[in-house]
Every structure is written in C-alpha cells, then in structure tokens.
C-alpha cells in the first residue's frame, strides 16, 4: 500500500487526483490532505479516503475544518507551518498541487524526506528551479511532471539520448481570445477570461491560459526540469489541445504525445510511475476528429512569452520576480483594478525595475532570499497597479 499526500486537495488537479485514488482505495494509505477555503469539501475527502490529517491553509478556519471533522479520526490543523508539517510525514508520493508561490517550502519539504514529488506547482520551478532540483538530489527523491505538456516531454524522451534532442515544442490552445482583433483585448471582461475552450480548469489558471502567462510559465519549467537552452524551446498554437507536446530529434523525428485534454491523464501516469495503467479518459478516435491544426503564437497578442525568454536570459532570482508580479497583476484584473493587457505590462515594469537593481536578483538561491524577492515583487506589482489603476 502506497502512502499519499495531496498538497492543494481542494483545487482542479487535486479533485482529479483524489478521483483517481478513490477509484481503488485500497492501493493508497492518503496521509495527508491539505487545502484552503473549501473547508467542506477537503473535510468530506478527508472522511472518504480516511486521511491521518487535513489542513487548511487559513489559520482562521481551524474551527469551521475541526467542526466539520468532528466525531472523525482525522486529525486537523491550519497555517503555514501546518501545510509544511503535512509535508513532512512520510509518504511515498507527494502531490504538489498547491496554487502559486506558497507551494513552494512544503513541496521543498516532501523532498527533504526522500518522497516522489508529483510537481503540479509550477511556480516551484519557476522561482527555484535550481533549489527544487538541487533538493532532490541531494535527499535521493524523484521529481515527475504533473502538467501535461512536461508529462508529454517526459513521456516523450523515455529511453532517449537527452543529447539527441534538438528541440521542445509546447503546445498551447491559445485560450479565450485566440480568435479576438488585437485591439478588442483592452476590453475583455473577467467573465471573458474566465473561460476556456477545451479545458475545466480553475479561474486563475483559465485566465493566465487567456493570457499566455500559463504557456510562458511552462517555457521557463522547461527549461528547468529538461536543462534545454531556451532557444530551443518553442511555443506552438494547437487549437485543438490534442497534442500536449512534441520532442524533435536531431535526426529530424517528432515525438508527439496525443491525449483528450482531461488532466488525469498526466496525473495518473505519475501515481502509478513507472507503470502504466488504466485511466478512466476518453479514447480518442483519430478518424472522427479529422484534422489537427497548428498555428505561430503572436508575441504581440501574447506578450508574456517575450518576457519568459528575458527571464531565462536573465537567470538568477528574476523568475521569483515574474511570478510574484504575475501573481498580483492577476489579483489586480479579478479585483477590477487593471485591465486584462494591464496584466503583461505590470509584470513587464516590475522585471524593469529590478534589473536598476541587479544585487537582488543575482542574490544566492536560498529559499530565504527566494521568498524575500517574492515579496518585495509584490509590493512593487502593486506600486505599478496603482499607476495604472482604471
């Protein structure tokens, strides 16, 4: 019996992973479970898959989640350093499913004790790629790629010559404003945004997809997690989000991992690596489907790869800045503050603004120094906001 630990339970790739694990209980011994507002539904996953513990990460809500597990045996617990201490429990698999910056020490943590850390954090990777990578290796734990374009690439290069490899292509649907006349993107509304065409994912993800932000994020976890130059990273418009990606070969081969766009494909060829096993995903009939269609992104629709690419070149803490002047650029267009093309230029200005001074982003990645940056990035997103505010 396998023992699992759900680190962001209540969110998309969670649900999806629990869906996965409940379909046979008895393979899995569920540690722990942690997530945020959504006191009922991690209480009633915790009581079905009888975790040890569940934990949210609002200190406040410790009543509403002990009130809601009472007259259970799963322990309960809130806080930052609740979530940490969830990490830490022995388990064999960890999912790190936990939105944003704040996924980053317990994912850090489930490495310190050797586990499997199935990495639906994509942030991690962004602002400590090195530190994430550096964890690993030196606890002897294993990192697998839980998004399904670096599930797809991973997927890919089995059995291959990571020398061979000539290039990496993710793919990208394009989002809710593929199709939209550039200047009709100063008015789009977050109900807009908020959906997808292909994909249930949740509102921040959908709309960093309607973005780009999620594709340039990914490009800079690619570089990451494979050690490829950026330059031989591409990004290509597959409207159909069939294809989750593709690995060119210098011998001019294509590897392509072609998938309906359910995220439990990714997710379960993680829980059960190195095996594969059967997945409750529809069964794609090629015929019906009739064509695939591709398409070169447009970096002036979707400005945020450029500024992925300058992240890359520029090394150093600048990823932790990118995403933290995301991160708030986002909450900046759900609160009403900006405007949806506001967001690329927020992040772009506080990237300005840093390289004014170089000391802080070529400071040593340490999580503390990880963290630092993140907040200072932060405060400047909003400084930026605020001149820009509607």
Known sequence: MRRVTIL?????????????IARDPDAYDVVALTGGGNIAQLARDAVALNADIAVTAHEDRLDDLRAALAGSSVAVAAGAAALAEAAA?????????????AGLKPGLVALEQGATLALANKESLVCAGALVRDTAARHDARLLPVDSEHSAVF???????MAAVERIILTASGGAFRDWPLD????????????????????RITIDSASMFNKA???????????????????????????????????GALMAHVGAPDMRHAIGYALNWPERRALPVERLDLARIGQLSFAAPDEARWPA???????MERGGLSGAVFNAAKERALDGFIAGRIGFC????????????????????????????????????RIRADEAMAKRAR
């Not at 990914?218 to 290509?236: K, N």
């Not at 790869?305 to 992240?311: F, G, T, Y």
């Not at 992040?347 to 200072?376: C, I, K, R, W, Y």
């Open 217 to 251: 994020m990914e490009v800079i976890e690619t570089h990451e997690l494979f050690g490829i130059d950026p330059d031989r990273i591409e990004v290509l418009i597959h409207p159909e989000s069939l294809i989750h990606a593709l690995v060119g070969y210098r011998d």
């Open 89 to 101: 429990r022995p388990a064999d698999w960890v999912m790190s499913a936990i939105v944003g910056a």
């Open 8 to 20: 962001g339970a209540t969110g998309s790739v969670g649900q999806n992973t629990l869906n996965l």
């Open 184 to 203: 009709a993107l100063e008015r789009a509304t977050l109900a807009e945004a908020s959906c997808h065409p292909n994909w249930d994912m949740g509102q």
């Open 342 to 377: 506001d967001m690329a230029r927020v992040v772009e200005d506080v990237l300005a603004g840093f390289e004014s001074d170089p000391g802080l982003v070529d400071a040593a990645m340490t999580l503390d120094n990880v963290m630092q940056t993140d907040h200072l990035a």
């Open 305 to 311: 790869l450029r500024l992925a690419r300058n992240v």
């Open 155 to 161: 997927q890919a290069l089995i059995g291959e010559d």
